[in-house]
């Protein structure tokens, strides 16, 4: 296996206090467009709560189902809108954790297709009684509610494995082919993700910030939390970032086109990796530590280079032995995109941190931010340097919002009183 290095675009200079405050204020603004709010948070999850307390009672699933838990972004604080770049709405994971017994129903050549029949035949009595929209997948069914929301649902089978890290939440789930089940666990990436996450970064310097204003003040922001708290996830931080950037580079697919994006399991995962490398040493900046960071992440997962000339990367799942969590970067068209993305990333990073340095102007910075983030980005921020009448809380400082607390998990035979999300 090799591991190839591959150098940062952005001139690794130190940036001035000035230059790296305002960077992480930008970010901030970015982010409250990007970042569900607190009324949207209790919307997703009222919305999984329900289904989690329908699933737990329904006939099929009674008697065989431990939980229904969150997964994913929703849990890590890494939770921004989807990459189809829709205008609302938000997508949420769930697990419906099944029971070892559940392998007498759903073992053999067809079970993994049955149970997936089963879950959709659930989850359909339940969006005609809401008047959902409803989709079957190969390894989940996804409730669409009207306002944006998307709610998939994925069923495994515990499967304790008491040699790996986590092995106690170890499960399978149907393979993407419904002929057999693949490991998986969920519960043992969340784990790894707020383990790496908890690591202090080691920094040099104390940021400094120009008319950083109160988004707590905005109707339709969430109130962020205490700069404090959100510095010990700075990880969540710098993968919400990321992920952001990523979404507004590859757009939504085109008619039946591949879609070539990163998937954000892999970027989480490399992120994690190389947060948990890079924090324990000394940096000047938050923003020192986020290019550290992302420029160490491709030499994160291995490449095998075949004799032809193509590659096969690697990113194996240590709480889940045989699922690889590169594979689905598996061809030529995707890993080129993946380094054409962290080539523009670094590129545009750079561009905008060099018009704050230089004090190029809200005109040129607004069309930096547009060019990285997208156009409601930049709308943000045009609204955000607007003269604005001084409020007590003028002065505050703010920094990338990370999505407040994860959800909460739904046992089997929970009571119902959750209410209903229409």
């Known amino acids: 296996m090799q591991r190839d290095s591959i150098h940062l675009s952005v001139p690794r200079r130190s940036h001035s206090e000035r230059a790296s405050g305002q960077f992480f204020h930008l970010s901030s603004v ?28 329904s006939e099929e699933f009674r008697e065989l189902t431990i939980e229904v838990h969150g997964h994913g972004s ?77 709610v998939d649902v994925a069923p495994v089978i515990e499967d304790p494995l008491v040699s790996i890290p986590s092995g106690e939440t170890h499960a399978l789930i149907p393979d993407r082919l419904l002929e057999r089940y693949a490991p998986t666990n969920p519960r043992g990436l969340e784990q790894g993700f707020n383990t790496a996450a908890k690591i202090q970064a080691i920094f040099t310097r104390v940021l400094k910030e120009a008319q950083v204003l109160d988004y707590a003040t905005r109707a339709d922001v969430a109130p962020l939390p205490d700069p404090d708290v959100v510095s010990k996830r700075l990880l969540s931080i710098f993968v919400q970032l990321m992920k952001v950037h990523r979404n507004i580079c590859f757009g939504a697919p085109k008619n039946d086109s591949e879609d070539l994006s990163p998937a954000s399991i892999f970027i989480t995962t490399l992120a994690a990796i190389s947060y948990t490398l890079k924090a324990p040493q000394p940096h000047e900046t938050p923003l020192d530590l986020l290019l550290d960071v992302f420029e160490t992440m491709p030499m994160c997962f ?43 990333f670094c590129r545009d990073i750079g561009e905008l941190l060099e018009s704050i340095e230089q004090r190029s102007g809200s005109g040129v910075t607004e069309a930096l931010v547009e060019k990285a983030f997208g156009p409601r980005a930049a709308s943000a921020v045009r609204e955000d340097s607007a003269p604005k009448a001084p409020t007590s809380h003028a002065g505050r400082s703010v920094v990338f919002g990370t999505a407040a607390g994860a959800m909460a998990s739904l046992p089997a035979r929970a009571n119902t009183n959750f209410g209903s999300p229409d």
């Not at 067809?110 to 879950?119: F, M, Q, S, V, Y």
């Not at 000339?309 to 598996?330: R, T």
Request: aromatic share 8%; hydrophobic share 40%; net charge positive.
């Open 30 to 57: 970015v982010a409250s467009v990007f970042v569900p709010t607190h009324k949207q948070l209790e919307t997703l999850d009222g919305s999984y709560l329900s289904i989690g307390s329908y699933l737990t009672e």
């Open 74 to 150: 929703r849990q890590i604080g890494t939770l921004v809108r989807p990459l189809h770049v829709r205008e609302i709405g938000f997508d949420v994971d769930a697990v419906l954790l099944l029971k070892r017994a559940a392998m007498l129903r759903y073992g053999g050549a067809e079970g993994a297709r049955r149970l997936i029949n089963d879950l959709h035949r659930v989850l359909k009595r339940y969006a005609d009684h809401h008047r959902l929209g409803i989709e079957k997948w190969d390894r989940c069914v996804t409730l669409v509610y009207v306002d944006g929301v998307r």
């Open 302 to 344: 291995q490449r095998e280079r075949r004799p032809h000339g193509d590659e096969i990367w690697a990113l194996p799942n240590p709480w889940a032995p045989g699922d690889d969590l590169a594979a689905c970067m598996n061809t030529p068209q995707k890993q080129a995109a993946f380094f054409q993305w962290h080539t523009r």
